[in-house]
């Protein structure tokens, strides 16, 4: 008798059946799919309704994601784009690879968001964030900070998509006044990362005094740590807002699954998760309303926010800007 047959036919039995389980491909940033962001509790809640394989791929940063977009075309094997943000999307739709999403209802966001091809997951404002041990009094505004002997970490808007939000929030600010603004911070800027991750990770270290972040980047200090040593300094002129967002591939090799993860962007199950893992406001409120350390951020005066067609317009003069002010 061949005892090895009934192993070598269940490890058959076992192939066919993953050969006929559907795959859908999400592409992301890395700090999504990390064991501390929302991707493997969004992976585990989702798999427990599409009777499919979520599998998440990712890049270093949420303005890489377009790059590789673009690098692939129709022939890439994501689905759905999940890490843009509103500062990208009329670029990201000019390529003409995502697919309207036909998804209807409404969201929570503070301003009025209606778009065809992209659905909003999460928001924020972009802020410097500190150690309010060490610094008793931040800087109130831009100029205030270039007037500071702080250091300040910040990430490349080319790979970034906090470092684009910073260029559009100066540009927002203080408009035709923003390549003066930005050659006075030049000798602020300790240096300039390609993403969020490594930024952090040297304050965190004690290597800047502050880092671009978000208004809600303390919260998790507070909440995960039990350490309300961090702060968002709030700006006077105000903070632009991060509106993130994700799409389907006009080319999905499972279009039908796409569709079922972008309307299961919307429920609690997916919206429960932001809060505490990828430290953003949700798009949808969930039942159970925010993490209590949440009351405990700052609420920025004004909000700035450049529409998508405003932002892409602005986006090679900010850059330029940038640019030239460092390289002085």
């Avoid at 969201?107 to 309010?132: C, E, K, R, S, T």
């Amino acid at each position: 008798m061949n005892r090895l047959f009934p192993a070598a036919a269940l490890a058959l039995l076992t192939t066919a059946a993953q050969a006929q389980t559907p795959v859908l491909n999400v592409l992301t940033y890395d700090s999504f799919t990390s064991e501390w962001g929302p991707g493997p509790a969004i992976e585990t809640a989702f798999e427990a309704v599409c009777a499919c394989d979520l599998v998440f791929s990712a890049v270093g940063d949420g303005a890489e994601l377009l790059a590789r977009v673009q690098l692939e075309g129709a022939k890439s094997e994501a689905s759905v784009v999940l890490g843009l943000d509103t500062n990208l999307t009329a670029q990201a739709a000019a390529t003409g690879l995502f697919a309207p999403h036909g998804q209807t209802g409404g969201n929570d966001l503070p301003v009025p968001f209606d778009d065809p091809i992209f659905l909003p997951y999460d928001w924020g404002y972009f802020a410097f964030v500190y150690d309010n041990t060490k610094l008793a009094t931040p800087p109130t505004s831009f100029e205030a900070l270039a007037a500071s002997d702080l250091k300040i970490v910040i990430q490349d808007p080319r790979s970034s998509t906090p470092g684009l939000g910073l260029l559009l929030w100066v540009k927002a600010a203080y408009g035709d006044r923003a390549p003066e603004i930005w050659a006075a911070l030049a000798d602020n800027i300790l240096t300039v990362t390609p993403g969020w991750s490594e930024a952090y990770g040297m304050f965190t270290a004690g290597e800047a005094d502050m880092v671009l972040s978000y208004t809600t980047s303390p919260a998790y200090h507070l909440i995960a740590e039990e350490d309300a040593g961090k702060s968002a300094a709030a700006f006077d002129e105000g903070h632009y807002m991060q509106v993130e967002v994700a799409g389907k591939l006009a080319a999905a090799p499972q279009p039908e699954l796409a569709d079922q993860f972008l309307a299961f962007m919307a429920t609690d199950a997916f919206q429960s998760v932001i809060p505490t893992t990828n430290w953003m406001y949700p798009a949808h409120m969930p039942e159970a309303g925010l993490p209590e350390g949440f009351a405990q951020m700052i609420t920025p005066a004004k909000a700035l926010l450049l529409s998508a067609d405003e932002a892409q317009a602005a986006r090679k003069n900010a850059l330029d800007e940038w640019l030239t002010a460092l390289s002085r």
